[in-house]
């Protein structure tokens, strides 16, 4: 009983199973069907659009007092012209100074002692700024000093006593190893008052450090250090606390997306407009980053802009950079271009036999879009009647008009 209790229930198993997978079958079929059925009506309406087209022509030429001819569809139109089209990338930027210098000591931290700047303040080049503490500095000097004459007396010492020995050599009195040692005790201690002079002169240059001088003209934009507090550049959070920005050279700084990495470089023109200070300014790109910022995934181009007290660094700005352009163009407002199966398209106004204007739908070759207007590669000439109002509701060959009916 048992062993028939476990067949059933292995049995039941596997029916649902292939119960599942059946469905999921069927599944994929139904929606392949439907995929299916969806491009057959497609196709189908495409067709039908078109013989509706070719009798709606037919039927007026073979009566034109019939109930079509009263269906004239008011439409407006404009001349296709040629003229200079351009293409650019609309970003976000910032205005940045050229000599941004964020000051830090030459040596090891250390508490200021002096503070000879203030906020705000014009700033020369190799002007003080502060001065750390340097007692300890000011203590290791005087040893290294004092030990270089400490040195020195031995020194003078230890050649009297060569000089005496020589002497005694050159009279055949003494031993050779008494002339030796003499000599290498006199070169010892030049060798210990050598290197004590290099220990002077690295205690000077440490003395130096506690000196902090700015290496930029500029003004002081911040000074967030008082006397007492140790300065060491920076603060934990990452703000300086001496940074002195020379405004006398200003750029504008934006992050290109990476896709756009061909389509412009080293001197292409940018328009820059900054809102806040009510500035427009037309410049070149002087500066292509040579690496795409991982984080941002895009790559950093810089254009100088003038030298104005209306513009801060950080301001926001508004930029412009032309990527594409191209003379006598065929340019027509974007919207006029409509879609179907095949094609891009658009409608113009042309003369029947008959004399009556009459909408044809005319397949166009796009180029680059920009704001409302996009560029025309192909389909379109200079001359032709544009329909720029009512297209959305006429088909090819329905009957036209630019004028209001009486």
């Known amino acids: 009983m048992k062993k028939i209790t476990q067949t059933v229930i292995a049995a039941s198993a596997m029916f649902i199973i292939a119960s599942c997978g059946n469905s999921k079958k069927d599944e994929a079929a139904l929606i392949n069907d439907k995929k299916v059925a969806i491009e057959k009506l497609k196709a189908e309406r495409a067709k ?58 030459r040596g090891m931290p250390g508490q200021v002692k002096a503070l ?74 030049e060798n210990q008052l050598q290197g004590a002079n290099e220990q002077v002169k690295i205690a000077a240059e440490q003395l130096k450090t506690a000196y902090v001088y700015s290496d930029v003209y500029g003004v002081a934009d ?38 756009y990495l061909t389509r412009i470089g080293k001197g292409s023109t940018i328009e820059i407009n900054i809102p806040d200070a009510n500035k427009t300014v037309t410049s070149k790109i002087s500066l292509i980053s040579q690496s795409i910022d991982p984080n941002k995934l ?20 508004i930029v412009r950079i032309l990527d594409y352009a191209a003379a006598n163009a065929v340019v027509i407002p974007v919207n006029t271009v409509q879609s179907d199966e095949t094609s891009k398209y658009v409608y113009l106004l042309t003369k029947s036999s008959n004399g009556k204007s009459i909408a044809r739908k005319q397949a166009v070759v796009i180029g680059e879009v920009y704001g409302n207007n996009v560029e025309i590669k192909a389909g379109l000439k200079a001359g032709d009647q544009l329909i720029t109002e009512g297209y959305q509701n006429i088909y090819d060959g329905q009957l036209i008009s630019t004028q209001s009916p009486l």
């Open 222 to 259: 911040i000074v967030n250090i008082r006397v007492g507090e140790i300065f060491q550049g920076m603060l934990p959070n990452g703000s300086p606390q001496i940074k002195i920005v020379n405004t006398s050279n200003l750029k504008v700084v934006t992050n290109v997306p990476e896709n």
């Open 48 to 105: 039908n659009d078109e013989e509706i087209r070719k009798l709606q022509a037919e039927l007026e030429k073979l009566d034109s007092n019939s109930a079509n001819a009263a269906k004239i569809k008011l439409v407006g139109i404009a001349a296709v012209t040629t003229q200079d089209f351009k293409h650019y990338i609309d970003l976000q930027g910032h205005v940045d100074a050229e000599n941004i210098s964020y000051i830090s000591p």
């Open 116 to 189: 000879y700047i203030q906020q705000g303040q014009y700033i020369k080049k190799g002007q003080l700024l502060l001065k750390l503490d340097d007692a300890i500095v000011q203590q290791q000097v005087t040893a290294a000093k004092q030990q270089t004459e400490v040195l020195k007396t031995q020194l003078a010492f230890a050649k009297n006593v060569y000089q005496r020995q020589k002497n005694l050599w050159d009279k055949n009195i003494g031993t050779e190893l008494q002339l030796i040692s003499a000599k290498n005790n006199v070169e010892a201690l």
């Open 298 to 317: 895009g790559f950093v181009a810089e254009a100088r802009i003038p030298v104005d007290p209306a513009l801060k660094p950080n301001q926001s700005a």
